[in-house]
DNA sequence: TTGAGGGATGTAAACGCTGACATTGAGGTG
DNA sequence: CACCTCAATGTCAGCGTTTACATCCCTCAA
C-alpha cells in the first residue's frame, strides 16, 4: 500500500534541507531560487510524489479556482453540451468546473447551492429550478452567479439565454407554409421561461397566420420522455388528430415519436408532421428526417463562462444578458404528404 | 451587491457574543450547549447567511468529503449515467462526486487526476486512458482507486468491469442462430479491454460454431460516432457485404444505422441485421427494433462507490473485482429476412 | 460551609500553504 | 578594508475550521 498521508510542502522541505517557503517558490515558479537549490527542490518532490494541497492553497491566497454548473439533468446532452463549452473556456483561465445535478428540484438545488457556496467557487452557473428564493441566500456569500436558459422573476442576474419566441415562430411558419392546419404543440412546463416562450410563441405566431389551437391540441409535458410519449398518444388518438405536432424540447421528442412508431393508424411524415426543439442524434435517421430548432448549447456554456469570469473582475458592472438565436434546419418531417387525405 | 467577503465563523461569533468553539459546537450539533446560547448562535448564522468554508473544515478535520469520477467522455450519457449510480450511493454517506472528463486522452487525464489529488479526493472512480502510468503517479498520496469499466495490464486496484465475452458470444449465437453466414464486426480500439474483449468473445464464438471472419468484415473503430459511420461504409461497399453487422458501441451503433440508412441499396432488417453493444435511447425506434446488449450503467456506479468507500475503511484490504453480467435484449433487429436472397 | 463534580464556555494549537518581512552572505565600490 | 547592495533563503503570521484542554461557576452532598 502506498503511504497512507499525502505528503505536505513540509515533508517536501525536510527532504530538501530547504525552509517551506523555498519549496513554495520553486512550485509556483516565483523568483529568486538558486538552480542548485531548485533542482534538489525538483528532486524532492518527484521522489515524494507531492501533489499541493488545492485547499490549503486557496486557503492561503484567498482564492480557489473552482466553478460550478447547476444543471437540472445531468443526463441530458444538452446539458452535458453546456458543461463542455463552460468548461473549456474557463479551463483556459485556469478555473475547473464542477458540475452538479439539482434533478430540477427546489430542494436539491440549495443543496447543491450550499455546497458550492460550502467549497467557496469562484461563480456559479445554473438553470434554476422554478423558484427564486434559493438564489437570494447564496447571493449573500458574494458569488457571481449566471443564469442559464431560464429567466427568473427577478431580473438580478446575469443570464445567457435562447431566443425561444423566434425559434417557435419559424416552426408555425413552416408548418403553415406546409399547408397543415390542425396544428398541436407538446410544451414544457409553465413555470419556467423555455416553457412558456415557446408555447406562446408558437401560438402567437400562428395566431397571426390565421390559426388558432384547439385547447385539446395544447398538451403541457414537463420536458422528459414518458410525457412527450404520453401527450403523443393522447394527441394521436384524438378523433381528429393533429397533422403537425411541435414538440418543445429533445426527450420529449424522442418520447412523440416513440409513440407515434408504436401507433397501429399514424407514420411520421405519412399522417404527421414533426418538428422538435433542440437537435437530437437520431434526427437524420428517422424517415423523414427530422426537422428541428436547434441551439447553439456548447456556445452557450461559453457565452456563461465569459460572463461569470467578468463578473469576478467587476463585481459592480451592470447586469448582462446575452440571447442567442436558434437555428432551424429543415429536413423534411414538417412536410405534409397526407394533405389531401384530411382535407 | 452582496457583501464580497463570505462570513466566517469569527463573524458570528462576534455577533452572537459568543467564542468561535461554541459556534462551532452548535454548527456541528456537538453537545453541552445552553439552550439560549444556542438560539443566539442560530440567529446569527441565520442573519449573516453563514455558509461553513469546506476547505477550511477538511482541513482541520483532515478529510474531505469529496470522490471524483474520470469519464473519457462526459457527453456519452453512458458514463453520465455511471455517475448517477456513483453519486446516490455516495451522497447516502455524505459524500459528494466531482466529475471530469479525460477526454480519454492519457495527458489530460493526468491534469485530472493531479487536480483531484490536490484537492484530496478520498476516492477517485476512474475509466482510464490507454497507458497505465498515470495511475502509479496518484497512487502515491494514498487514494482509493476503482477501475470502472476497463482493466490495466497490472492488476493494482479494484475494479467494476462487464462481462464483454458473454455479452459479446451471445451476439455471435442469436447470429448464427438466425442463420447468417456473413458476419462482420465493428470493434473499438484494440488497446482497451472493451475492445478487446468485445472483439475476441466474439471471433471465438463464431469459431466454436464453425463460422470465420474474413479480415475485410473485421473493423476497428474508436467508440466514436464518425467511425461507425465510416466503416459502416466500408462494410456495405464490399462485393460480398456482410448480412450482419456487430456494432461495439452505442455511438458506433448510432454511426451504423446511419450509414445503412444513408446507403442506396442497403436497409436495416431488409439487407443487413445489426446488434449493438448497449442500448441506446432509438432502439425501439427503428424498424425493425434494435436488438443490443445492454450494460446495468447504473449499478455499474454503485459498485464503484461501493468499492471505493469500502476500501476507505480498510485500505489494506485484499483487492476486489466486480464482474458484472450484460443483458441481451432482443427486439428483432438480428433477423435476416433476406437470407434466400442472399444465398 | 466547603469541596467535588460536571456542564457551559473560552483559549489556543493545529491543519498545509503563501507571502511579507527578516536575515544571511557574496560581490562590488570607494 | 569597510561599506553597501541585492540575491538567496529563512521565519512567522494568517487563512477558517475543529478540538483538546483550561477555566469558570453552579449544584449538590457531606
Given at each position: 500500500?502506498?503511504?497512507?498521508?499525502?505528503?505536505?510542502?513540509?515533508?517536501?522541505?525536510?527532504?530538501?534541507?530547504?525552509?517551506?517557503?523555498?519549496?513554495?517558490?520553486?512550485?509556483?515558479?516565483?523568483?529568486?531560487?538558486?538552480?542548485?537549490?531548485?533542482?534538489?527542490?525538483?528532486?524532492?518532490?518527484?521522489?515524494?510524489?507531492?501533489?499541493?494541497?488545492?485547499?490549503?492553497?486557496?486557503?492561503?491566497?484567498?482564492?480557489?479556482?473552482?466553478?460550478?454548473?447547476?444543471?437540472?439533468?445531468?443526463?441530458?446532452?444538452?446539458?452535458?453540451?453546456?458543461?463542455?463549452?463552460?468548461?473549456?473556456?474557463?479551463?483556459?483561465?485556469?478555473?475547473?468546473?464542477?458540475?452538479?445535478?439539482?434533478?430540477?428540484?427546489?430542494?436539491?438545488?440549495?443543496?447543491?447551492?450550499?455546497?458550492?457556496?460550502?467549497?467557496?467557487?469562484?461563480?456559479?452557473?445554473?438553470?434554476?429550478?422554478?423558484?427564486?428564493?434559493?438564489?437570494?441566500?447564496?447571493?449573500?456569500?458574494?458569488?457571481?452567479?449566471?443564469?442559464?436558459?431560464?429567466?427568473?422573476?427577478?431580473?438580478?442576474?446575469?443570464?445567457?439565454?435562447?431566443?425561444?419566441?423566434?425559434?417557435?415562430?419559424?416552426?408555425a411558419?413552416i408548418f403553415v407554409a406546409a399547408g397543415h392546419q390542425r396544428i398541436a404543440?407538446?410544451?414544457?412546463?409553465?413555470?419556467?421561461?423555455?416553457?412558456?416562450?415557446?408555447?406562446?410563441?408558437?401560438?402567437?405566431?400562428l395566431e397571426?397566420e390565421g390559426l388558432s389551437m384547439p385547447?385539446?391540441y395544447?398538451?403541457?409535458?414537463?420536458?422528459?420522455?414518458?410525457?412527450?410519449?404520453?401527450?403523443?398518444?393522447?394527441?394521436?388518438?384524438l378523433?381528429r388528430p393533429p397533422t403537425a405536432i411541435?414538440?418543445?424540447?429533445?426527450?420529449?421528442?424522442?418520447?412523440?415519436?416513440?409513440?407515434?412508431?408504436?401507433?397501429?393508424?399514424?407514420?411520421?411524415?405519412?399522417t404527421v408532421a414533426?418538428?422538435?426543439?433542440?437537435?437530437?442524434?437520431?434526427?437524420?435517421?428517422?424517415?423523414?428526417?427530422?426537422?428541428?430548432?436547434?441551439?447553439?448549447?456548447?456556445?452557450?456554456?461559453?457565452?456563461?463562462?465569459?460572463?461569470?469570469?467578468?463578473?469576478?473582475?467587476?463585481?459592480?458592472?451592470?447586469?448582462?444578458?446575452?440571447?442567442?438565436?436558434?437555428?432551424?434546419?429543415?429536413?423534411?418531417?414538417e412536410k405534409n404528404?397526407g394533405l389531401l387525405r384530411w382535407i
Amino acid at each position: 500500500m502506498p503511504p497512507n498521508r499525502p505528503r505536505t510542502i513540509k515533508d517536501v522541505a525536510a527532504w530538501a534541507q530547504v525552509s517551506t517557503a523555498t519549496v513554495s517558490r520553486v512550485i509556483n515558479h516565483a523568483g529568486n531560487v538558486r538552480p542548485h537549490t531548485a533542482d534538489r527542490v525538483a528532486n524532492a518532490l518527484e521522489a515524494l510524489g507531492y501533489v499541493p494541497n488545492a485547499w490549503a492553497r486557496a486557503m492561503a491566497t484567498d482564492g480557489s479556482d473552482l466553478v460550478g454548473l447547476i444543471v437540472p439533468d445531468i443526463l441530458n446532452p444538452f446539458f452535458a453540451a453546456i458543461y463542455s463549452g463552460l468548461n473549456e473556456t474557463a479551463k483556459s483561465r485556469g478555473l475547473a468546473v464542477w458540475m452538479v445535478d439539482s434533478g430540477d428540484n427546489s430542494e436539491q438545488e440549495r443543496q447543491m447551492l450550499h455546497m458550492l457556496g460550502g467549497y467557496r467557487a469562484r461563480g456559479i452557473a445554473i438553470t434554476p429550478a422554478h423558484p427564486a428564493a434559493n438564489l437570494r441566500a447564496i447571493e449573500r456569500i458574494g458569488v457571481p452567479i449566471c443564469l442559464v436558459d431560464r429567466r427568473l422573476a427577478k431580473n438580478l442576474w446575469d443570464m445567457v439565454l435562447i431566443d425561444n419566441v423566434t425559434g417557435s415562430r419559424q416552426v408555425a411558419q413552416i408548418f403553415v407554409a406546409a399547408g397543415h392546419q390542425r396544428i398541436a404543440i407538446i410544451a414544457g412546463p409553465q413555470n419556467s421561461t423555455p416553457g412558456l416562450e415557446r408555447l406562446s410563441g408558437f401560438r402567437d405566431a400562428l395566431e397571426k397566420e390565421g390559426l388558432s389551437m384547439p385547447p385539446e391540441y395544447i398538451k403541457i409535458g414537463d420536458f422528459r420522455l414518458n410525457s412527450g410519449y404520453a401527450l403523443g398518444q393522447e394527441l394521436l388518438a384524438l378523433d381528429r388528430p393533429p397533422t403537425a405536432i411541435f414538440s418543445c424540447n429533445n426527450l420529449m421528442t424522442m418520447g412523440l415519436l416513440q409513440a407515434i412508431h408504436a401507433h397501429p393508424a399514424h407514420s411520421l411524415g405519412k399522417t404527421v408532421a414533426v418538428v422538435g426543439f433542440d437537435d437530437i442524434p437520431i434526427s437524420t435517421l428517422t424517415d423523414p428526417p427530422l426537422t428541428v430548432v436547434s441551439r447553439p448549447m456548447r456556445e452557450m456554456g461559453v457565452q456563461a463562462a465569459r460572463l461569470i469570469m467578468a463578473r469576478m473582475e467587476s463585481p459592480a458592472k451592470p447586469l448582462e444578458t446575452v440571447v442567442l438565436g436558434p437555428q432551424l434546419i429543415i429536413r423534411g418531417s414538417e412536410k405534409n404528404p397526407g394533405l389531401l387525405r384530411w382535407i
